[in-house]
Each structure stands twice: as C-alpha cells, then as structure tokens.
C-alpha cells in the first residue's frame, strides 16, 4: 500500500511539474500556435500593404465579394484565427468569395501616412482591384475596430456603387469624451501630447499601444488572462484556442505616426 501511494505521489509531483514547466514557457517566451491557415494569394501590393484572395472551398453562390479590412494596429490574421475557428473560413465555406486588405508593418519612411492616405488611396485601389479580380459590379466592405472606422470614413466619401453592403463589427464612431470612457481621459490634451511621442518614437511602438489599451482593464488584462492559462493547464482543458489569442493579442503592429496624431485629437 506504501508502495503504491509513493509512486502515485512520484506521478502527481511530475504532472505537477510539467504544467508548471509549460505555463511558465508560455510567460517567458510567448504563446505559439499556427494561425492564418486558409489557403489564400497575394494579389495587389501598394507599400507594406497586400491584399489577399482566399481559395474558394466551393463553387462561388454570391456574385457580391467581400473585401476585409482589419484595423492597422493589429494582426489581420484574427480573422482567420485557426481551423475551426476562422470568419474567413467560414465565408469561404458558404460560397462567398473572400478578400482582405493586410496594411502589413509601417517603417520609419513611413511615419507621415495619414489616414487619408489610407482612405483615399489604399482602400479605393484595394476596391477596384477587388471588383476586377471578381469580375463584379458591386462590393461588401466588412470592416473590424479601427478598420472599420477607415470603411465608414469610405463609405461616406464615396457612397454609392460600387459599395452595395457596408458591415461594421466594433467600430468606433462616436469620440466624444463622455463616450469613450477611460480613453477620454488617458487622450485628453491636458495628458498627452501627441506630438512628443511621435517627435521621439516616429512611429509609435506596438508595446506602447498595447500598454494603453490593456491599462482600460488593467485587471482583466494583465491577470485575468494568465489565471485562464494557468485553469486550462492544471485541469487539462484544450489550450489551441487560448494560445492562438494569445500569441494575436501579443502580436501588435507599430502606429505610424502622424496616424497616430491624427488619431489621438
């Protein structure tokens, strides 16, 4: 009886062991996870941006394509997260015929884009080369976070064809300080002066960014996340979905900087 409640202890203590080992791996180096796996080409660049054509899985049912435009401070991949867990594997699934507007990373040359670069420019390209590779008259923009706010930004300068659908999924629309809580105040001129960052940054780094954003929910963010990983390891619970949001969220694009200016008043 000694015997076997030794080696059960022995079996305990390693299993132990080896899940501390692994959150701990994740914490010093990073979430890992294979993500962006829907099949897909390059089919127009302009700068850092690419814009993409997922491979169609079925015969196309929608003559209307649907052209993705993801915010520029973060990932795009997000969109097409894992298998089994993909919006654009979905979409392609359905039959609709797929695109995304990837901006890619800013460099130090490209600190003066604005957002009327990107609105008057980049997307009305994106658009027309979309329409030709669809072969279509029409198009549905469906535009996330920042993304989003650019696509309205669009559809209020250009409205009309070829613009037949405009989505929007958590889209910031209203800046008024009561509104925007926390960033209100954070933002405020009497806290931050743009100008200053972007005179000694350039372009604004991702873990800037990403330091204000997580300090709306600084709870939430810097311990709610890792209490998650730390009860998915100790209980056994499949870890694909939470490392492959992890290693996203972790994953930021640089702000460039008079964006950022423009973005910030």
Not at 195 to 203: E, S
Request: proline share 6%; charged share 20%; with cysteine.
């Amino acid at each position: 009886m000694a015997t076997t409640n030794t080696t059960s202890s022995a079996v305990d203590i390693e299993s132990m062991s080896s899940k501390y080992a692994k959150g701990m791996r994740i914490i010093l180096e990073g979430a890992k996870s294979d993500t962006g796996k829907t099949p897909k080409e390059v089919i127009w660049t302009k700068n850092k941006a690419k814009l993409y054509r997922y491979e169609p899985t079925l015969e196309k049912r929608f003559p209307v394509p649907i052209l993705l435009i993801y915010a520029l401070i973060n990932r795009s991949y997000v969109l097409d997260l894992m298998p089994g867990n993909s919006l654009v594997e979905y979409l392609t699934h359905k039959g609709f015929d797929v695109y995304l507007l990837d901006w890619g990373t800013p460099g130090e040359e490209d600190k003066h884009l604005t957002f009327d670069n990107y609105v008057l420019d980049y997307i009305p390209r994106a658009v027309k080369k979309v329409l030709s590779s669809s072969h279509a008259q029409d198009i549905t923009l469906l535009g996330f976070c920042m993304g989003g706010t650019m696509t309205a930004m669009y559809a209020s300068l250009f409205p009309g064809k070829p613009l037949k659908n405009l989505i929007l999924l958590t889209a910031p629309t209203d800046f008024t300080p009561e509104t925007i809580g926390l960033y209100g105040l954070m933002t405020s001129e009497k806290y931050l002066n743009p100008d200053l960052l972007v005179d000694a940054f350039g372009n604004i780094p991702a873990d800037l960014v990403d330091t204000g954003n997580r300090l709306v929910k600084p709870v939430t963010n810097y311990v709610g996340t890792y209490v998650t990983m730390w009860d998915r390891i100790m209980h056994d619970k499949p870890m694909q979905t939470w490392l492959a949001m992890n290693k996203w969220v972790n994953d930021g694009v640089p702000f460039a900087g008079d964006t950022f200016t423009q973005w910030i008043r």
